[in-house]
């Protein structure tokens, strides 16, 4: 690896850690597209700020971009509080207007500075290493390193400080309102981080790219956790994972950086979306599956405890009574069987003293919805997990 | 009256969009009542808990907490919101939404201490959840997710609770813990006041009641104000209900 390999690989990382810590927050308040809000109208704020400064990497140019990214989000609840639209259709008219200005100022006024709809879209993190920070003449890195590690920092002591208050007016609003946290103040708060960030990692990997990173990794997360800690952990954990990873995959096909990234933040939420332990969709069919069984099983168990009848109890007009077919029928009698709770003796099932209590407690459940008796059961059975 | 006056809402009017939903209230609450605020869907119940605990911004009208406003006084003042009104797929656990209570008297960037979390669980032990302190939430049941609510604002000790519908949707279980919860804090002179749907028990759980429809209609001791006029000119309709004495 040469250095600028190794560069690119640290802005990329430092980048997806910025995104993923406001993504977080975006994702659980159920406000994931706002991000791509902010991403495309910061344009116009980004051209302008050029205009002003004459330099793309100009903290005031930061400052005025991340601005827009805040009009954005007033504009979005502005027009929202009317009633007369939701708020995706608020958002869907809000950020093409202002990225469309921000095309044509483009195309008016910078045809000559690196500054094309292309980058905007993309960005372009392959050339990131050139652009050196020098100061009193030492070459100290790359510029694009320094921006998002200073908004990094910013971020994280901010997420550190005000942790307890992200969390209680993300969880609820109402609570935090009355503690006297108000979330308005908190809500801004993080829009503003959102728009810094954005704003900073736009010139390296570029609009649509932001907007992954900062849903991808936290949307993956979530299927993970119950721990908003980890929560948080696990979507910089996947966040640097595919910077590095997509880096690499970029190396072996030619092809873009950006691009590449995206593509792996894509195969990791998919690969945990079926296989998440709990709540990924192979656990969830195979938990259905499951219950659909353990429903079999207590009425099999019920009926058993209702006839004392031989007749009833006969393994063949089991069958007939219950109406089952055949195949079930067997897998019930076998799961049964395999829990000690029924026995059959010359063909006549009958109940165990365990499968008895089991079958009192789990009625006594289900009529009552009383939680504190069935505890040990959950353990061994889905059905009676909420 | 001898009592202090626990709340005194004077003037009040709320609006959605221009639509008042709450229409000049003037309403005293003494110290030490276990109120039920009732009325109809959409007569501003809700609203009138939010507009006092300055969640809504009133258009008109002013409200004090033992006779300061109420931003002076958040420490007396604990609120337990509709149990609809959060994602409880949020990861989190039982005992880090109680704890959520001590944030109030910590104020801004300080975190809880080992005291705020022997707070929490003895607030968990309380309502009987503290066997649940480590479940996510979602795998609660509609009544223990009530109950850690009613725990978060026990944890915040307060002087005045507000609480919005605690018994929707509850199991008998948990509607016998919490109005128990509710009688032992009246009992410690402790103000409740819970916006309350089943007419049926407002004789038996509360010693104070408001009617309330947009406007107020009644307010007072159950025993003198719980009859068939007042319901009626609250509900529309001529309602009767039997009070058993």
Same mark, same amino acid.
């Given at each position: 690896?040469?250095?600028?390999?190794?560069?690119?690989?640290?802005?990329?990382?430092?980048?997806?850690?910025?995104?993923?810590?406001?993504?977080?927050?975006?994702?659980?308040?159920?406000?994931?597209?706002?991000?791509?809000?902010?991403?495309?109208?910061?344009?116009?704020?980004?051209?302008?700020?050029?205009?002003?400064?004459?330099?793309?990497?100009?903290?005031?140019?930061?400052?005025?971009?991340?601005?827009?990214?805040?009009?954005?989000?007033?504009?979005?609840?502005?027009?929202?509080?009317?009633?007369?639209?939701?708020?995706?259709?608020?958002?869907?008219?809000?950020?093409?207007? #202002? %990225?469309?200005?921000?095309?044509? &100022? /483009? @195309?008016?006024?910078?045809?000559?500075?690196?500054?094309?709809? $292309? *980058?905007? !879209?993309?960005?372009?993190?392959?050339?990131?290493?050139?652009?050196?920070?020098?100061?009193?003449?030492?070459?100290?890195?790359?510029?694009?390193?320094?921006?998002?590690?200073?908004? #990094? %920092?910013?971020?994280?002591?901010? &997420? /550190? @400080?005000?942790?307890?208050?992200?969390?209680?007016?993300?969880? $609820? *609003?109402? !609570?935090?309102?009355?503690?006297?946290?108000?979330?308005?103040?908190?809500?801004?708060?993080?829009?503003?981080?959102?728009?810094?960030?954005?704003?900073?990692?736009?010139?390296?990997?570029?609009?649509?790219?932001?907007?992954? &990173?900062?849903?991808?990794?936290?949307?993956?997360?979530?299927?993970?956790?119950?721990?908003?800690?980890?929560?948080?952990?696990?979507?910089?954990?996947?966040?640097?994972?595919?910077?590095?990873?997509?880096?690499?995959?970029?190396?072996?096909?030619?092809?873009?950086?950006?691009?590449?990234?995206?593509?792996?933040?894509? &195969?990791?939420?998919?690969?945990?979306?079926?296989?998440?332990?709990?709540?990924?969709?192979?656990?969830?069919?195979?938990?259905?599956?499951?219950?659909?069984?353990?429903?079999?099983?207590?009425?099999?168990?019920?009926?058993?405890?209702?006839?004392?009848?031989?007749?009833?109890?006969?393994?063949?007009?089991?069958?007939?009574?219950?109406?089952?077919?055949?195949?079930?029928?067997?897998?019930?009698?076998?799961?049964?069987?395999?829990?000690?709770?029924?026995?059959?003796?010359?063909?006549?099932?009958?109940?165990?003293?365990?499968?008895?209590?089991?079958?009192?407690?789990?009625?006594?459940?289900?009529?009552?919805?009383?939680?504190?008796?069935?505890?040990?059961?959950?353990?061994?059975?889905?059905?009676?997990?909420? | 009256?001898?009592?202090?006056?626990?709340?005194?809402?004077?003037?009040?009017?709320?609006?959605?969009?221009?639509?008042?939903?709450?229409?000049?209230?003037?309403?005293?609450?003494?110290?030490?009542?276990?109120?039920?605020?009732?009325?109809?869907?959409?007569?501003?119940?809700?609203?009138?808990?939010?507009?006092?605990?300055?969640?809504?911004?009133?258009?008109?009208?002013?409200?004090?907490?033992?006779?300061?406003?109420?931003?002076?006084?958040?420490?007396?003042?604990?609120?337990?919101?509709?149990?609809?009104?959060?994602?409880?797929?949020?990861?989190?656990?039982?005992?880090?939404?109680?704890?959520?209570?001590?944030?109030?008297?910590?104020?801004?960037?300080?975190?809880?201490?080992?005291?705020?979390?022997?707070?929490?669980?003895?607030?968990?032990?309380?309502?009987?959840?503290?066997?649940?302190?480590?479940?996510?939430?979602?795998?609660?049941?509609?009544?223990?997710?009530?109950?850690?609510?009613?725990?978060?604002?026990?944890?915040?000790?307060?002087?005045?609770?507000?609480?919005?519908?605690?018994?929707?949707?509850?199991?008998?279980?948990?509607?016998?813990?919490?109005?128990?919860?509710?009688?032992?804090?009246?009992?410690?002179?402790?103000?409740?006041?819970?916006?309350?749907?089943?007419?049926?028990?407002?004789?038996?759980?509360?010693?104070?009641?408001?009617?309330?429809?947009?406007?107020?209609?009644?307010?007072?001791?159950?025993?003198?104000?719980?009859?068939?006029?007042?319901?009626?000119?609250?509900?529309?309709?001529?309602?009767?209900?039997?009070?058993?004495?």
């Amino acid at each position: 690896m040469n250095n600028a390999q190794i560069e690119i690989q640290i802005i990329a990382s430092l980048v997806s850690i910025a995104c993923a810590i406001p993504g977080t927050f975006l994702v659980l308040r159920k406000m994931a597209m706002i991000s791509d809000a902010i991403s495309h109208s910061i344009l116009p704020g980004i051209v302008i700020g050029f205009f002003l400064t004459q330099d793309l990497n100009s903290p005031i140019l930061i400052l005025f971009a991340a601005f827009t990214g805040i009009i954005t989000v007033v504009l979005v609840e502005y027009i929202q509080k009317t009633g007369l639209v939701k708020e995706d259709t608020a958002i869907g008219l809000v950020f093409p207007a #202002l %990225f469309s200005i921000g095309v044509i &100022l /483009i @195309a008016k006024n910078a045809n000559d500075v690196h500054l094309d709809v $292309d *980058a905007v !879209l993309l960005g372009e993190l392959a050339f990131a290493p050139f652009d050196r920070l020098l100061i009193l003449g030492t070459d100290v890195g790359p510029k694009a390193l320094w921006i998002i590690g200073v908004i #990094l %920092f910013i971020t994280i002591t901010l &997420l /550190i @400080a005000f942790f307890k208050e992200l969390k209680v007016s993300t969880f $609820d *609003a109402g !609570l935090a309102a009355s503690l006297g946290f108000s979330p308005a103040i908190i809500h801004y708060g993080l829009m503003s981080v959102a728009s810094v960030t954005t704003v900073g990692a736009f010139d390296a990997v570029g609009a649509i790219l932001v907007v992954a &990173l900062m849903i991808a990794p936290a949307a993956t997360a979530y299927l993970l956790t119950t721990d908003l800690k980890k929560m948080l952990a696990l979507a910089i954990g996947f966040g640097v994972l595919s910077a590095i990873s997509g880096y690499w995959f970029a190396h072996w096909l030619d092809a873009s950086i950006a691009g590449s990234i995206t593509t792996m933040l894509g &195969l990791i939420f998919l690969f945990v979306y079926l296989f998440a332990p709990s709540k990924g969709v192979i656990a969830v069919l195979y938990r259905e599956k499951q219950q659909r069984a353990e429903v079999s099983l207590l009425t099999f168990l019920l009926h058993l405890k209702n006839h004392t009848e031989l007749e009833e109890r006969h393994v063949n007009h089991l069958r007939e009574h219950i109406n089952w077919q055949r195949v079930r029928a067997k897998a019930v009698l076998e799961l049964a069987l395999k829990n000690n709770m029924i026995v059959v003796d010359k063909n006549i099932v009958s109940l165990t003293k365990k499968g008895d209590t089991f079958t009192s407690k789990a009625i006594d459940y289900i009529i009552t919805n009383r939680d504190a008796q069935i505890e040990d059961m959950k353990d061994d059975f889905f059905l009676f997990r909420g | 009256m001898d009592k202090n006056i626990a709340v005194k809402v004077d003037d009040l009017t709320v609006a959605y969009n221009y639509k008042p939903v709450l229409w000049d209230i003037d309403l005293e609450i003494p110290e030490g009542v276990l109120m039920a605020i009732v009325g109809p869907n959409g007569a501003g119940k809700s609203t009138l808990i939010k507009a006092i605990l300055g969640i809504l911004k009133p258009i008109a009208g002013s409200v004090s907490i033992y006779g300061k406003p109420y931003k002076k006084q958040l420490q007396l003042v604990a609120y337990v919101p509709q149990k609809g009104s959060v994602d409880w797929d949020f990861p989190t656990t039982a005992l880090d939404v109680v704890m959520m209570g001590t944030y109030g008297s910590l104020g801004w960037i300080k975190r809880p201490r080992q005291k705020d979390k022997k707070a929490a669980l003895e607030a968990l032990e309380k309502v009987g959840m503290l066997a649940f302190k480590g479940r996510q939430i979602s795998q609660l049941s509609g009544g223990q997710q009530q109950r850690i609510f009613l725990a978060r604002a026990l944890v915040q000790n307060a002087s005045i609770y507000f609480m919005d519908e605690p018994f929707q949707g509850v199991d008998a279980t948990t509607e016998i813990t919490i109005i128990n919860i509710l009688k032992e804090l009246r009992k410690a002179g402790k103000t409740v006041i819970v916006v309350h749907h089943d007419l049926q028990t407002v004789p038996e759980y509360f010693d104070w009641v408001t009617f309330l429809n947009v406007k107020k209609i009644a307010t007072g001791p159950v025993k003198d104000i719980f009859n068939d006029d007042n319901l009626t000119k609250t509900y529309g309709i001529n309602y009767k209900v039997s009070i058993q004495e």
